[in-house]
């Protein structure tokens, strides 16, 4: 059986009312069209919490694994990508940094090896349209491999 809740407060001058739909949990301001959306998973830990706002994804969300443990950290505008990105192994290690601007990677990203902290696996080059135009990969000592592209200036 599904159980829906709703619970009305006062807060800083915001009504705000919160619905309990089987595990995920939605929080909204209405003066402010803020919302935020928190899933759990069947043992009660955080399965993510998202941050909407005009029922767009807006700011910063993130994810977590079963265990607890961060997954990733994503920046959002209007809907779409933008901004910092932190992704993570289950370890708890950083897997990868992007930069998102209006949906797509840009930029210098990095992706480093598991276990390994600190150690890169590979830098990454965007240009301004999403492109991936220059890559250098290394191996879990971060003994240079292999170059692909052309190098950003």
């Known amino acids: 059986m599904t159980q829906f809740l709703v619970v009305s407060f006062k807060s800083r001058g915001y009504h705000i009312f919160t619905w309990l ?10 003066h402010e069209n803020v919302d935020i959306q928190i899933s759990k998973y069947a043992s009660g830990n955080i399965e ?3 941050k909407y706002e005009n029922k ?11 265990d607890g443990t961060l997954e990733a950290k994503v920046s959002y505008k209007n ?22 601007k209006d949906g797509h990677m840009e930029g210098f990203l990095v992706d480093y090896w598991d276990g390994h902290y600190g150690i890169l ?3 990454l080059y965007y240009n301004q349209n ?5 890559k250098k990969t290394f191996d879990s000592t971060g ?11």
């Open 21 to 30: 739909l089987a595990s995920t949990i939605f929080i909204s301001c209405r």
């Open 48 to 50: 993510f919490l998202k």
């Open 56 to 66: 767009k994804l807006h700011g910063e969300s993130v994810w977590f694994y079963p």
């Open 79 to 100: 809907g779409t990508e933008d901004g910092h990105a932190y992704y993570f192994y289950r370890s708890g290690a950083l897997k990868s940094h992007r930069y998102w």
């Open 121 to 123: 696996q590979a830098t």
């Open 130 to 134: 999403g492109e991936l135009i220059y």
């Open 143 to 153: 003994k240079f491999i292999s170059e692909e592209g052309h190098k950003p200036q």
